[in-house]
């Protein structure tokens, strides 16, 4: 009997302990699907903000995590393209700039988020592409050149910068032509890849596609 | 044994299960409008949501006991209320405070018109200022196509609000730049010095402009130099009127660039019929040297030189002997500057500037030798200290030592001055809605022995989203012309008072200013009967500015419009009237468009001004005769395109299209029997160039 409390009291610590810690797991992963639910529901402004802030809570919350993070950036900028006034347009990519920097704070070597950085200063070029094309393309294209170093199988980087060349103008280096090619190379490693996770980045399959047979 | 199972399964369930209490409310700004998508969370909880579209929001949370509610938005600061969750609904009523920023604050406008590319809530961009049609990638001559300009087609520089043209002065990262024009030629506009691609932001002020800047009566030039560029690149420019070569190296923190240009305006001017009796038609030949080091994290440094030398001669018609007259001028320029930037801590920094220029012309008028050299040396610090986040106080000193030099025949004469001059200004920001800025400026000059003191006053205040009003007082102090001051040093400043008033809208590409000013002039220098201070004047006048990005799809135009009523008694007037500089209306229409098909941007202006006052010796009032009405359209393409694989952009101009023949006044013989139309050389100018660039890719990062 003696054995047996003791066991059963081994048992319960055990169960106790497994319960707060996965009460913890479950309560980050609960609140991460649910912001990844807002965020696949969205569809204005206030909508994409909503999942955006949903993020941020939990990023601040658990502290040692950049996925939160990561996708309160990334649904700034999806809410970037929701937006027509161009002082909005730039507080968002701010908002989204300051958002992947914290994900970086917390994990500097992360492929996805050097990918995510490169996204976010293209598109805050495109708010006003005469003015800042000139200064800011360098800039963009250093981070998604680290992001493909980073993870040569993220194609993430191969995407975004195939998208850049398909929405530059012909007389600048862009065009359809141009970007068919990077399309091709970004599906291929789009056909490649595998998430550990099903929470980690893996957004860009379909428009790649699409934008591909757009150059056909 | 079962019992205990039993117990402690309840005990997890109950863990998992405990009372939720229901949050609901509103978030709203200061002014009690909503806040849309503010979000709203428990400190250390995952617990919280986002307002809707109302600004309201209603969430649950499991957690208990007294909790930190985290509250905020974007262009909001954060903020924070104690709650206590008991189980019993709460109802929060928040109010947060806007982030005092410079996106959404106000800016004082009174004044200046700004090109920039980094700041927000500018009008104009660097490459408006590089690219508007009839300029020609010359500053000045975009800038003639503001409100409170007018077209100076036969004089270099810019005729601000009522001023001559030594009025503006030009400021190149915050140092005076003595003699920004190319050569001067009798009744032709010169060229400024400085291309525009050079800048990352151009401030045109036409009144009312900060204490930092003196030496001018009316209007600034404020240049300020690109940082470090993005890579390595060479630059290969092929014109009608020469060429040049450009070579900029990227270092790891640092670049230098150097070129050289060769300018020769014979091939283009045997092609374009010539009113002026070219002897020499002008050519010049120059280099630059620019350095730019980034010191440790926010430390920039900036070097600039350049030198040229140009030659050009022509005939005049002397109205007084009915015969030809030689003129031909050889000159010579070195203009370098240096200036460091840096922060000290988190709300300090530093602005120091060394600069010193030499620029000697010398030539044959008539039969006569003259020659010129002015030389210019100026220090500069500042000192600015921020305070919040907007408001900042600032103090400063520079030196400034100017000589002039002059010969005619073997006889000389010159000058030499030390201005010092010492100045404090403050911007405070009482909210994000309401800015004053207060400043002082006192200058001391050694050859004058006279000093000055000049209070600066602006406000701007926010009236709606993307509207805005300012206004602005300051007096303004300037040297005499140099050409008075080789005579004299009985001399005193000049002085002009601004008065303004602005109101500014801005919202989805579109821009409306106008601006109403009134301008006293006193102690203007006046020649007759020997030199004196006993000069005035006033100008008063509207400025209205109309730019549009958003109606037409893919086309970009703007109008300015100035209305000027000014007279003065200066020079050598016997009385106050209009001067030649004071044309009553301007009106200019610039339009842009891309042609994404093309592969071409194309650009047009259309400028009108009333005919200019001009001096008839016969008449019997002076300066009442005036000029027919100024007009003129140009047209520029740039095709991008690319040659051996290099980016290329081939570049047309054409101004003056319809062949509009103006005339810019006359000049008489002194008995008033003979009189001469003073025109431009051709009554078309035609310009062609390519300009490549090959960017090496050496260096990233």
Known sequence: MKKNIKNIIAIVFILLTGTTLKAQDAKYIGAMQSGLKMFSEAKTSADYVAASNQFERIGTQVKTEWLPFYYAAYTQLINN????????????????????????????????????????????????????????????????????????????????????????????????????AKFTEAAAKFDAFKTSNPMMPNWGVERNASLLAECK | MKTILIFLILLLIIGESQAQTLIIGSVKDAKAKPVIGASISIKDSYDGTSTDSLGKFSFKSSESGEKIVLFSAVGFGMDSVKIVLSGTPLNLNLVLKEKLNALNAVTITAGSFEASDSKKGVVLSSLDVATTAGAVADVYAALQTLPGTQPAAAES???????????????????????????????????????????????????????????????????????????????????TVGAGLDQTIRFKNSALSFGGSYINLKPAFSVLKQATDWNHEPTSAGGTVT??????????????????????????????????????NDNKNLYTNLSYQDYIGNDWKINCGFSASNNSDDGEQAINNYGRTDRLIQAKATVTKYIGQLSTIKFGSDFL???????????????????????????????????????????????LNQNNF???????????????????????????????????????????THYMANFQKMKDGQTFR??????????????????????????????????????????????????????????????AVTPEFGAKHSLNIVYKQFFSKLKSYVGATYSVASGRPF????????????????????????????????????????????????????????DGQFRESVQPPALRNIFLGMFITIGDNTYKN
């Open chain 1, 81 to 180: 393209t929701t937006l027509t006034n161009t002082d909005e347009k730039d507080a968002a990519m701010d908002k989204a700039q300051e958002l992947i920097d914290k994900a970086a704070a917390i994990n500097p070597k992360e492929s996805e988020i050097f990918a995510m950085k490169g996204y976010i200063k293209f598109m805050k070029i495109y708010v006003n592409p005469m003015a800042r094309m000139q200064s800011g393309m360098g800039a963009a294209i250093t981070d998604l050149e680290t992001a493909k170093a980073l993870n040569p199988a993220n194609p993430r980087p191969y995407f975004i910068l195939a998208q850049n060349t398909f929405y530059t103008p012909e007389a600048f280096g862009g065009g359809k032509t141009a970007a068919k």
């Open chain 2, 615 to 670: 001096y008839n010796p016969n008449a019997t009032e002076f300066m009442s005769d005036k000029t027919k009405p100024y007009q003129n359209l140009s047209i520029n393409v740039s095709y991008l395109t690319s040659v051996f694989g290099k980016y290329t952009v081939i570049y047309a101009s054409v101004s003056n299209l319809p062949g509009f023949k103006n005339v810019y006044g006359y000049h008489y013989s002194n």
């Open chain 2, 401 to 447: 030592s100017s000589h002039r030099d002059e010969s005619w025949n073997g006889l000389s004469r010159s000058y030499n001055d030390k201005l010092t001059s010492a100045y404090a200004e403050s911007d405070i920001f009482l909210s994000n809605d309401l800015v004053a800025r207060i400043g002082l400026r006192a200058e001391h000059s050694s050859y």
């Open chain 2, 291 to 328: 350095y730019k080091l980034k010191v440790a994290k926010t430390g920039m440094l900036k070097s600039y030189t350049e030198y040229s030398k140009s030659d050009v001669s022509l005939n005049t018609n002397d109205l007084n002997t009915q015969a030809k007259s030689f003129f031909s």
């Open chain 2, 157 to 239: 520089g810019l005729f601000v609000r009522g001023g001559a043209a030594t009025e503006t002065n030009t400021y190149f990262d915050g140092l005076l730049v003595k003699n920004p024009f190319n050569t001067q030629l009798p009744d032709i506009a010169s060229r400024g010095r400085f291309s525009p691609f050079m800048f990352k932001g151009t401030t045109f002020s036409a009144g009312g402009y900060s204490a930092v800047y003196g030496q001018a009566l009316s209007s600034a030039l404020i240049l300020e130099s690109k940082d470090l560029p993005e890579k390595t690149t060479t630059d290969i420019s092929l014109m």
């Open chain 2, 514 to 575: 106008i601006e109403a000013y009134y301008k006293k002039y006193n102690d203007l220098v006046k020649s007759a009967p020997n030199l004196n201070n006993n000069g005035y004047g006033y100008a008063k006048g509207i400025d209205l500015f109309w730019r549009d990005k958003k109606t037409f799809n893919g086309v970009d135009y703007w109008i300015s419009y100035s209305y000027l009523d000014t007279k003065r008694d200066f020079s050598n007037y016997p009385s």
């Open chain 2, 454 to 496: 000049a209070p600066r006053v602006s406000l701007a205040y926010k009236t709606g989203k993307g509207s805005q009003v300012s206004f602005a007082y300051g007096e303004f102090f300037q040297n005499p012309d140099d050409q008075y001051l080789v005579q004299t040093s009985n001399l005193d400043f000049q002085n002009a």
